[in-house]
């Protein structure tokens, strides 16, 4: 409990009135000051007993219209006090937003209860820049009596939680040589909770096979009808590994290569809690493993909160053009030599923390040392682009010994380059070249590849390509 200025005034007043009674031998004044002493010390007893009385009844809710949002977009924040009885205190209760909320101030936020009222809510716009997970702070209250002697300040109330998702793609192809996927990708094909996925066994149809099992994409590329084969996985590990490397950096913002392995990583991993599987985590930067989680049931949303703030790490082959703080901050190189250097150190140093530093290729690497420790039926699931096909190729033989399982999403380069959709038959070629090279993956026993990428920018090649074939046969 605080006093007030008003409080500091009243007490004065009572020590000026009982100076005077002494120095002027008036007993008058002296049953002036001792009244006031009186009634300060019989308000400020009223004000505790109120205000315990008031904080033990009171009931105060807050939530965010949404649990989930996307980062740049706004939502409603609403809080609600109800109390047993009218109130005879002032109230102002501030809703308790984190620092990365913004479009509010603290006199928007606040919710004013005077003396009388039993119940107040409130609504405020809140939006979220930053992506990430939050807790919404408690509700700060601010009490007072009516006459304003005394304050007090809690916080009581929920502590909500809202999940702030980056901003991504909303075009997202999922597919094969441009046929888009029909299945949810990773989604086991039993309701059975023992039946898992196996990706990639082929065979021709014969009589007798039900129409539901025909694979269509296959039998269009194939001209005959096949049929894809699934097994029954009892014990199944999931292993992801996401590139994060410079390469993934290609596209505009917030629709770069990077962006739509993420979305479709995010999917993925929704159906893999499906099943409770063990879900292993493992992210490759340029120079090596930046995050390693070791396949573990139930541990999905710390994977997922990991995946949203995955940024892209800047390539180690590049040399800086020239020392400046920008430089030093991005090859962590900041000497330190001065007392402003030395302040600004922890500040600047890069945001790429490697946990394991490797020499040679970090995706194929990654992959030797992560998934050699792991037993029963493996499924490697792989998040890349096409920059690095040998390595590439290295690592989904070695992913896929034994009984393991590999499924590969790529992104295509020729749908992500700058400008790269300006001489379409020039991207139409290079995207046949990727066609080429996820259909020798695919090809490998127990491994499926898809590309994934921008439905609309993949149109125009595949239109562009068409257009030059009919061409061709028109001459």
């Known amino acids: 409990m605080r006093v007030t200025r008003r409080y500091w005034a009243v007490a004065a007043t009572s020590l ?31 004000f505790v007993r109120t205000l315990s009385e008031t904080v033990n009844t009171m009931t105060i809710e807050q939530f ?20 047993a009885r009218p109130v005879s205190l002032v109230i102002d209760i501030e809703i308790g937003l984190p620092v990365s909320a913004t479009g509010t101030d603290a006199a928007e936020r606040t919710l004013d209860i005077t003396p009388g009222d039993e ?32 304050v007090e300040q809690l916080s009581r109330g929920p502590t909500p939680s809202i999940v702030i998702e980056p901003q991504g ?32 066994e ?44 410079a390469t993934m950096a290609d596209g505009p913002p917030g629709e770069t290569k990077l962006d739509y392995a993420r979305q479709v990583a995010l999917t993925f991993i929704d159906n893999v809690d499906e099943f409770d599987d063990p879900l292993g985590y493992y992210a490759v930067g340029d120079s090596g493993i930046t995050e390693r989680r070791p396949p573990t049931a139930g541990r999905y949303d710390d994977v997922k909160r990991r995946l949203r703030a995955l940024e892209l790490t800047a390539g180690d082959t590049v040399a ?8 030093k901050r991005h090859s962590g190189q900041l000497a330190g030599r001065s007392t402003f250097e030395t302040t600004l150190a922890p500040y600047l140093e890069s945001t790429s923390t490697y946990i394991e530093r490797i020499e040679g290729d970090p995706l194929f690497e ?10 029963g039926t493996v499924w490697t699931v792989i ?31 020729a749908l992500f380059e700058p400008g790269g959709l300006v001489d379409l038959e020039n991207a139409y070629e290079r995207y046949r070249q990727f066609e080429s090279f996820r259909r020798d993956l695919a090809r490998l026993r127990r491994v499926s590849a898809f590309e994934i990428g921008p439905r609309d920018r993949l149109d125009a090649v595949l239109a562009s390509g068409s257009q030059r074939s009919r061409s061709a046969n028109a001459r």
């Open 16 to 46: 000026l009135l009982a100076a005077l009674a002494v120095a002027f031998a008036r007993p008058l004044l002296l049953a002036g000051a001792a009244s006031l002493g009186a009634w300060l010390l019989g308000r400020q007893y009223l």
């Open 64 to 83: 965010p219209a949404q649990d989930r949002v996307v980062a740049g977009t706004e939502t409603p924040v609403t809080l609600a006090a109800s109390f």
């Open 119 to 150: 119940r107040a809510d409130g609504t405020v716009t809140a939006n979220w820049a930053v992506a990430g997970s939050y807790e919404l702070p408690q509700p700060t209250l601010t009490l007072g009596d009516a006459d304003g002697l005394f």
């Open 169 to 200: 793609p909303r075009n997202v192809h999922v597919g094969e040589g441009g046929e888009q996927l029909m299945a949810a990708y990773g989604q086991r094909q039993s309701g059975r909770r023992d039946a898992g996925l196996d990706p990639g």
């Open 202 to 245: 082929l065979r021709e149809y014969v009589p007798g096979d039900t129409a539901d099992r025909i694979d269509w994409n296959a039998t269009a590329r194939l001209n005959e009808p096949h049929v894809r084969e699934y097994e029954i996985e009892t014990d199944r590990t999931t292993a992801l590994l996401v590139d994060h490397r």
């Open 320 to 327: 800086p053009e020239r020392d400046d703080p920008a430089t």
């Open 366 to 375: 990654t992959a030797r040392t992560s998934l050699a420790g792991l037993s």
């Open 383 to 413: 998040f890349t682009d096409d920059s690095n096909r040998a390595e590439l190729r290295e690592t989904v033989s070695l992913a896929r010994r034994g009984d393991g399982r590999v499924l590969v999403f790529l992104t295509p380069t």
